[in-house]
């Protein structure tokens, strides 16, 4: 049963295996050609990569005097292809350069030990010396540890009611159960589910998602589990506006004094995202300056004052059947042209301006992408514009293309992404009208599916429904405008499921994730601040595989989750 628990020998043979991280093996090289010879590697995760120079073998007689060469440690998350030149090549090898040998594993493991040998005729041969470990177990181990923790809390909790068993109590909160779920069928249970689920998504991938390299954010290109949370968060946010802002209204406030509350709020969301961004030392010549709260603020500023300037006090819906079919469109048509300008300036921006240095229309991530033709050019004209705006001492120093590309500096909620995240929070807000305007649940369900399938589509066109080879890869870094298509139409069939399920169906109430996202902000701050502090996080030795990352990631997700549950039960609700 240990290959539950990525449990390895701590020794093999003269290796350490416990000094290995997740996703990462040993090989051991060997040499017997006449001369000197040089190794180098590629990963499929660096697409349009040159090989990057690891290692010199000796020569034959000089190995053979000397003693073996230290094995090297290799990740295992990516396939690996190598090459052995005959002289050496630089930093980087490129393909006009013929190597004595090549060749490509997929089936390297985590812990596992490998050996690579240059023959005498320059041939190389690839031997497994010890199997790796498998690291999708994990997931099973952590459920099941905490399936049995969550019984156990249901039996004390029921013995506990149990023995404090009071009738008039008991009658108490009958009543009380009941007045609250008739109070919650006149609230969409399911856009607090959104909400909440991905609030809890955004703590978990925070949280490190026990190191699983497809739950992390991708290195460029490409839809990883933590890139959908955050446009999710914000799509949603969209949705509730207009629900808001028509509530307001009915109250008999003016816009101005509903503007001026989304201002407020605006800069409420802005200081507190810059106050977070301190936590590791607030020096002020090198705080960033931008964020996720940051990104928040300025997409409810402009969507929120543009929405309530566009909405009409009274409503009257059209006779006509086809006329009513259109109606959220008609309502929508203000919000529509911006979100048309936006993404034409985007575009007009992205493929238009000339970055010193680099191709126009440039997306990539610079670094030795494009076998290093661009090293400086990461984001093409958002890191430029980025980089005018905020200077480089005030973007994210460690984007996750510089440890796949080498890149430089960038900001993946940099200013001008804002353009596109205006457009993702419009594309919610329009869902909202949807909510507002269509009366029956199955017309809400039919714009929201339609509009899923034409941007899906439309994502998918600008992608080449492929990662790397379309017009417009999906990039979250950049926000691209297939990234925004792609995610809104997920977001839309997300909702749609839980609108049919929870509020249509009854059949779930959206527990517990409903109860987290009505105190979504308290979350979000909490686990920033509470980042690498007991108990939230914990550390046990080396931590060294995914099944204690993941229950340390999921330990601190359910303690979260336990926090919301614990102020739903007290009624405290927080909202800027």
């Known amino acids: 049963m240990s290959f539950l628990v990525e449990y390895t020998d701590p020794k093999w043979r003269d290796l350490n295996m416990r000094e290995l991280?997740?996703?990462?093996a040993y090989m051991y090289l060997q040499s017997h050609y006449g001369a000197h010879s040089y190794l180098y590697t590629l990963s499929d995760e660096c697409y349009t990569c040159p090989y990057t120079k690891v290692?010199?073998?000796?020569?034959?007689?000089?190995?053979?005097?000397?003693?073996?060469?230290?094995?090297?440690?290799?990740?295992?998350a990516n396939a690996l292809s190598f090459k052995i030149y005959a002289h050496d090549q630089g930093r980087y090898a490129y393909d006009n350069v013929t190597s004595?040998?090549?060749?490509?594993?997929?089936?390297?493991?985590?812990?596992?030990?490998?050996?690579?040998?240059?023959?005498?005729?320059?041939?190389?041969?690839?031997?497994?010396?010890?199997?790796?470990?498998?690291?999708?177990?994990?997931?099973?181990?952590?459920?099941?540890?905490?399936?049995?923790?969550?019984?156990?809390?249901?039996?004390?909790?029921?013995?506990?009611?149990?023995?404090?068993y009071d009738e008039a109590a008991a009658a108490a909160d009958s009543i009380g159960d009941a007045a609250a779920k008739a109070t919650q069928r006149k609230r969409l249970r399911s856009l607090d589910t959104f909400r909440g689920l991905s609030i809890v998504l955004m703590i978990f991938v925070n949280s490190g998602g026990g190191g699983y390299n497809w739950i992390e954010h991708a290195a460029w290109n490409g839809l990883h589990l933590a890139d959908i949370v955050f446009p999710s968060f914000l799509w949603i946010m969209g949705v509730c506006i207009p629900l808001s802002i028509k509530a307001q209204l009915g109250r008999g406030i003016s816009k101005s004094r509903i503007c001026l509350r989304?201002?407020?709020?605006?800069?409420k969301l802005f200081a507190i995202g810059l106050c977070l961004n301190s936590t590791y030392g607030p020096q002020l010549e090198q705080l960033r300056l931008m964020g996720v709260?940051?990104?928040?603020?300025?997409a409810y500023l402009i969507v929120g004052v543009l929405h309530t300037l566009c909405s009409r006090r009274d409503q009257l819906s059209p006779q006509r059947a086809w006329?009513?079919?259109?109606?959220?469109?008609?309502?929508?048509?203000?919000?529509?042209?911006?979100?048309?300008?936006?993404?034409?300036?985007?575009l007009g921006l992205t493929f238009g301006l000339n970055v010193p240095g680099c191709p126009r229309g440039y997306l990539g991530p610079g670094g030795k992408s494009n076998n290093a033709a661009n090293p400086h050019c990461i984001g093409g004209a958002a890191g430029y514009i980025d980089l005018?705006?905020?200077?480089?001492?005030?973007?994210?120093?460690?984007?996750?293309?510089?440890?796949?590309?080498?890149?430089?500096?960038?900001?993946?909620?940099?200013?001008?992404?804002?353009?596109?995240?205006?457009?993702?929070?419009?594309?919610?807000?329009?869902?909202?009208?949807?909510?507002?305007?269509?009366?029956?649940?199955?017309?809400?369900?039919?714009?929201?599916?339609?509009?899923?399938?034409v941007l899906g589509l439309l994502g998918g066109?600008?992608?080449?429904?492929?990662?790397?080879?379309?017009?417009?890869?999906?990039?979250?870094?950049?926000?691209?405008?297939?990234?925004?298509?792609?995610?809104?139409?997920?977001?839309?069939?997300?909702?749609?499921?839980?609108?049919?399920?929870?509020?249509?169906?009854?059949?779930?109430?959206?527990?517990?994730?409903?109860e987290c996202g009505m105190n979504a902000i308290i979350m979000y701050v909490g686990h920033t601040v509470m980042h690498k502090m007991l108990p939230w996080h914990w550390r046990i030795a080396s931590m060294n595989t995914h099944f204690l990352l993941l229950l340390e990631s999921v330990w601190n997700t359910l303690l979260w989750v336990g926090i919301a549950l614990y102020l739903d039960a007290r009624q405290f609700y927080y909202s800027l």
């Open 21 to 24: 991280h997740v996703d990462e």
């Open 55 to 76: 290692k010199a073998l000796p020569a034959a007689a000089l190995a053979s005097a000397s003693a073996s060469l230290e094995p090297l440690k290799l990740s295992s």
């Open 100 to 164: 004595l040998c090549e060749l490509r594993r997929i089936e390297l493991q985590e812990f596992g030990v490998y050996n690579l040998t240059l023959l005498s005729n320059g041939s190389c041969n690839f031997a497994v010396d010890k199997p790796g470990v498998p690291i999708n177990y994990a997931f099973l181990s952590v459920f099941v540890l905490v399936a049995a923790l969550l019984v156990l809390l249901k039996l004390v909790s029921c013995t506990w009611k149990r023995y404090r």
């Open 262 to 267: 989304i201002l407020w709020r605006s800069c």
């Open 293 to 298: 709260l940051q990104r928040f603020g300025i």
């Open 323 to 346: 006329q009513r079919a259109i109606y959220d469109i008609c309502l929508f048509s203000g919000e529509f042209a911006v979100l048309l300008a936006l993404i034409a300036g985007y």
């Open 388 to 453: 005018l705006v905020l200077s480089n001492n005030h973007i994210y120093q460690h984007p996750t293309a510089k440890y796949i590309y080498d890149s430089t500096a960038f900001d993946p909620e940099g200013i001008f992404g804002c353009l596109l995240s205006v457009v993702q929070t419009l594309f919610g807000a329009f869902a909202g009208v949807t909510l507002l305007v269509h009366a029956t649940w199955q017309s809400r369900l039919k714009r929201w599916l339609l509009c899923a399938t």
């Open 461 to 514: 066109a600008l992608c080449g429904f492929s990662k790397e080879q379309g017009i417009i890869p999906v990039n979250k870094n950049l926000w691209s405008l297939s990234f925004v298509f792609v995610t809104v139409a997920l977001a839309l069939v997300l909702l749609s499921l839980l609108y049919y399920v929870i509020d249509v169906r009854q059949v779930w109430s959206g527990y517990p994730f409903t």
